[in-house]
């Protein structure tokens, strides 16, 4: 690795990391590869609050981006993703848009919702004046995720409310829910992806996917998608183990 692999920070790839478990020494590796956008699946991995909050403070200290999906679509988990210094939260298990709604308040001060105030590493552990809670309302990413048949039918909806960013896409629960079973990457699933575009195209708004095979990554580009995660921590382990035994 170059010594001058911290040196410069350039443009924002496609791409992104997805991260199960506080691994600092795999973030380095990305960060030096060029990834600079980092999400942490603390709902299905394996995070404690330390460890959590010791990772982002080395991915931010890099100058990269780090979102954490958070453990569901409650307050205080979402609270304490933001509090810790994630860039923004994507939000599970989020149903109509009533209850986006409701959820999605908790990543907005008041003006557009309910977060409570923390003078943690957002606010660099001092008092704020006015223009951090503005900053942070615009700046932080809120995130509901697609993953149900009931987000889909209000997808319009869902992405008009002022607490919404964007969309992030959860391609298999949202086939399971559809009733289609497992997500196979047929037509059917690639529709519900072209109606997620299209309303985020429509609202102004970005919108985000999980994009494991090629298939995926030239549809969500095609489709106009912010960005798409393309690495995961367990299938890189795999393939680096795999390729390492074969002979």
Not at 51 to 72: C, H
Not at 149 to 172: R, Y
Not at 232 to 247: M, N, Q, T
């Amino acid at each position: 690795m170059s010594d001058q692999v911290y040196a410069e920070t350039p443009a924002l790839s496609p791409h992104a990391v997805w991260l199960s478990t506080p691994h600092h020494q795999l973030v380095e590796i990305a960060y030096g590869l060029g990834c600079r956008r980092f999400v942490l699946d603390i709902e299905h991995g394996y995070f404690d609050l330390d460890g959590t909050d010791k990772l982002v403070a080395l991915i931010r200290a890099l100058g990269a981006k780090v979102y954490a999906k958070v453990l569901g679509p409650e307050t205080i988990p979402i609270q304490q993703a933001l509090d810790i210094g994630c860039h923004g939260v994507i939000i599970p298990h989020i149903g109509d848009v009533d209850h986006a709604r409701r959820v999605t308040s908790a990543a907005k001060y008041p003006g557009l919702g309910v977060r409570s105030f923390s003078g943690t590493r957002p606010a660099r552990y001092d008092a704020v004046t006015q223009e951090y809670y503005s900053r942070e309302n615009a700046e932080t990413l809120c995130l509901p995720m697609v993953e149900s048949a009931e987000a889909l039918a209000d997808i319009e909806a869902i992405l008009a409310l002022p607490t919404v960013d964007g969309v992030f896409v959860g391609p298999s629960d949202l086939s399971l829910s559809r009733g289609r079973g497992a997500y196979m990457k047929t037509e059917a699933d690639f529709d519900d992806l072209r109606r997620i575009a299209a309303a985020a195209r429509a609202a102004g708004k970005i919108w985000i996917m999980p994009a494991w095979a090629a298939v995926e990554r030239r549809l969500a580009a095609e489709l106009g998608a912010a960005w798409q995660v393309t690495v995961d921590e367990y299938g890189a382990l795999w393939s680096g183990i795999e390729a390492g035994l074969k002979v």
